[in-house]
């Protein structure tokens, strides 16, 4: 069965940046859509970013214009560029594979 480890995670400071790698393993990558969510405690999971086979992007309005989603398929890896973090973006992070498996997640915390 595929499985996919995020990692990159951490304590930034409001307005800072931070790097979310997401590689899987079990599974042909290529052929599926990929994507992050975020779920912060007592919120329900939302969509962060998608990103299709061909490369096009989709983000949630809360992230556009900070946020940049990537993928590598040669590499099974995904990434998630965040900048200009907001306290807002504090959440666990989670990529996914077309919607049908999960990773562990990922804790991301912005605060001073």
């Known amino acids: 069965q595929v499985q996919l480890v995020e990692s990159g995670g951490g304590l930034v400071q409001p307005g800072g940046s931070l790097r979310l790698s997401c590689a899987a393993s079990?599974?042909?990558?290529?052929?599926?859509?990929m994507g992050w969510d975020r779920q912060a405690p007592g919120k329900q999971r939302e969509l962060v970013a998608t990103?299709?086979?061909?490369?096009?992007?989709n983000y949630a309005d809360s992230v556009k214009g900070r946020f940049t989603i990537s993928r590598d398929n040669a590499k099974k890896m995904v990434y998630l560029d965040m900048n200009s973090l907001k306290p807002e973006d504090t959440a666990v992070y989670y990529c996914?594979?077309?919607?049908?498996?999960w990773g562990q997640g990922t804790q991301v915390t912005v605060s001073s």
């Open positions: 079990g599974s042909i990558l290529s052929i599926y859509p």
């Open positions: 990103i299709t086979t061909g490369g096009s992007t």
């Open positions: 996914n594979l077309g919607r049908i498996t």
